[in-house]
């Protein structure tokens, strides 16, 4: 039976992503909700224009009239809440937008769905699910061993990493004070097509392909846990329908890398596709002063989604970045669109 699912921020890089998985792959009706701020691109979302499934509402998940109306008239069955300000280095320099959406915004959606949940009937309320999309960086910087689970403590540094930290603590309190059926995801840094282009992935690729300077933040040696982001909507689609309300799924790739190697598997991959006349991309990287609190490393265990919900990722780093070089190589115009 087809659903009706409302995605906040779905132009953004990962809501697109879930958008075109579920127009792709099921019969249910797609409102996408988004501010459509700086980083949003409807473009991400190519030929859904005819879809009969998808249907755009320009709005903010702050407005909490704009909200009550939107749930009044979709009547949704689930709601994937990706709305969010996400760029670390922005939140340095300007953390009030990241209050405002992460966590006002928060606040103001599970409100607005809490109203909208206790009039549904009984077995509506039964079925109806609040996805919340929330990131590793929650859990502060580890070591150079181990992995975020899903009991790790929170320990936030950075205005970003804070206000996801808060907007989880909401929907949790929601569930466990109000009873609304939320389950909350955290995921490892994702990769991949219709990426912003300030984020380091797509940065460093469209740099090379220009032969401008790649800074790197101080030196290089900085770890992420990568994660392609199909990978990532079939395990946030997955959580909607099989996940457990209340309960928190770690998301990851179990693909570790420094800064300084994606940068480097980058430049030897436009190398081989796109020749430079002026030797090996690798010269072009630049060691840059490092961002205030910048975590040295992160990686999530995704054991739990693994063995309870049976997901694994399909791409490893290598076959994931190839992909994402090719794409970006290939789409020239979106991203001279979107860094425009």
Same mark, same amino acid.
């Not at 792959?25 to 501010?35: A, F």
């Given at each position: 039976m087809s659903q009706k699912i409302v995605v906040?921020?779905?132009?953004?890089?990962?809501?697109?992503?879930?958008?075109?998985?579920?127009?792709?792959?099921?019969?249910?009706?797609?409102?996408?909700?988004?501010? !459509?701020?700086?980083?949003?691109?409807? @473009?991400?979302?190519?030929?859904? $224009?005819?879809?009969?499934? =998808?249907?755009?509402? #320009?709005?903010?998940?702050?407005?909490?009239?704009?909200?009550?109306?939107?749930?009044?008239?979709?009547?949704?069955?689930?709601?994937?809440?990706?709305?969010?300000?996400?760029?670390?280095?922005?939140?340095?320099?300007?953390?009030?937008?990241?209050?405002?959406?992460?966590?006002?915004?928060t606040f103001t959606l599970l409100q607005e769905a809490l109203r909208y949940w206790r009039e549904l009937d009984a077995d509506k309320r039964r079925r109806f699910r609040f996805l919340h999309?929330?990131?590793?960086?929650?859990?502060?910087? !580890?070591?150079?061993?181990?992995?975020? @689970?899903?009991?790790?403590?929170? $320990?936030?540094?950075?205005? =970003?990493?804070?206000? #996801?930290?808060?907007?989880d603590h909401l929907v949790r309190a929601w569930h466990h004070t109000y009873g609304l059926p939320a389950i909350i995801t955290n995921c490892s840094n994702n990769y991949g097509p219709y990426q912003y282009p300030e984020k380091l992935i797509p940065l460093t690729i469209i740099k090379g392909i220009r032969g401008e300077p790649i800074p790197v933040y101080g030196d290089g040696q900085n770890v992420r846990d990568w994660l392609f982001v199909d990978d990532h909507a079939r395990a946030l689609l997955l959580v909607t329908s099989e996940g457990i309300p209340g309960e928190t799924y770690n998301i990851g790739g179990r693909c570790e890398r420094t800064n300084l190697s994606v940068v480097e598997e980058i430049c030897d991959?436009?190398?081989?596709?796109?020749?430079?006349?002026?030797?090996?991309?690798?010269?072009?990287?630049?060691?840059?002063?490092?961002?205030?609190?910048?975590?040295?490393?992160?990686?999530?265990?995704?054991?739990?989604?693994?063995?309870?919900?049976?997901w694994r990722a399909v791409e490893d780093f290598s076959s994931?970045?190839?992909k994402t070089v090719e794409w970006y190589a290939g789409n020239a115009a979106w991203w001279y669109k979107a860094n425009n």
């Open positions: 906040t921020g779905g132009a953004g890089f990962i809501g697109s992503a879930v958008i075109r998985q579920i127009l792709a792959n099921t019969s249910d009706i797609v409102t996408n909700v988004d501010k !459509l701020t700086y980083a949003a691109n409807l @473009s991400s979302l190519p030929s859904v $224009a005819e879809d009969p499934n =998808y249907f755009f509402v #320009k709005g903010d998940i702050a407005d909490a009239a704009a909200m009550r109306q939107l749930f009044q008239k979709i009547r949704p069955d689930t709601v994937l809440n990706l709305a969010a300000e996400s760029h670390v280095d922005r939140s340095i320099g300007g953390p009030a937008d990241f209050i405002s959406t992460n966590i006002v915004g999309v929330s990131t590793d960086e929650v859990y502060g910087s !580890l070591g150079p061993s181990g992995a975020f @689970s899903e009991t790790t403590p929170y $320990a936030p540094n950075s205005p =970003y990493s804070a206000s #996801k930290a808060a907007s991959h436009l190398d081989r596709i796109l020749p430079w006349n002026r030797g090996h991309r690798r010269q072009l990287i630049t060691f840059v002063k490092d961002r205030p609190g910048h975590d040295r490393r992160y990686a999530i265990d995704p054991t739990k989604i693994e063995q309870s919900l049976g994931g970045i190839r």
